[in-house]
């Protein structure tokens, strides 16, 4: 596959559970303490905010529609997220979420385009056709592809894929090697 040339013209969104830290299989991650960086991924993030001109995290997070966590403990979570990356030279633009529970009208969830329409409408420059979505779910690939973006599937073993990506890799720290100059 050929190179992306990437650079500080282009935007990067990354969904968050499964892509940036472990995901919790079957629950949420509710607070701080169940917050884990999946080995790589913040050095990978820094790296990122060093290439890229806006670095997003579009996170879906019914846990709260669901009342199993609230939006203070996932601003909790969001803040050691950023300042993990920060204390490492590196930064997140903006964490936008979609606290909803899952249903065909909320607009907000992925794979609706609400997360990256507000992203683009709070930070001029933000040209879809020069983004990558990253992420690990069918519906992270729908909201990229639909929006015109490139688009990045960190792949598990054994799961099933119903929509193809436009690269499918193991890691970020697998699609920093492969973005890098």
């Known amino acids: 596959m050929t190179k992306w040339k990437v650079d500080n013209s282009w935007t990067l969104f990354l969904d968050r559970d499964g892509v940036i830290n472990e995901r919790l299989h079957n629950d949420y991650v509710k607070s701080i303490d169940e917050f884990r960086f999946i080995s790589g991924s913040d050095d990978s993030i820094v790296s990122f905010s060093k290439i ?24 909790e979570i969001h803040r050691l997220m950023e300042q993990k990356v920060e204390i490492k030279g590196g930064k997140i633009t903006k964490v936008y979420y979609a606290p909803g529970l899952s249903s065909p009208d909320n607009y907000m969830r992925k794979p609706k385009p609400g997360m990256a329409l507000l992203a683009q409408r709070q930070h001029k420059g933000v040209d879809f056709n020069k983004a990558i979505m990253v992420g690990d779910t069918d519906s992270d690939i ?14 598990y073993a054994n799961e099933i894929v119903k929509v193809k990506a436009d690269l499918t890799i193991e890691s970020l720290i697998e699609l920093n090697k492969f973005i890098e100059i």
Do not use: C, D, P
């Not at 890229?52 to 601003?75: R, Y």
């Not at 729908?142 to 792949?155: D, E, P, Q, W, Y």
């Open 52 to 75: 890229f001109g806006w670095l997003f995290v579009v996170t879906n997070q019914q846990g709260i529609g669901k009342g199993l966590m609230t939006e203070s403990n996932l601003n």
């Open 142 to 155: 729908i909201f990229g592809s639909n929006l015109g973006m490139k688009t990045v599937r960190i792949a």
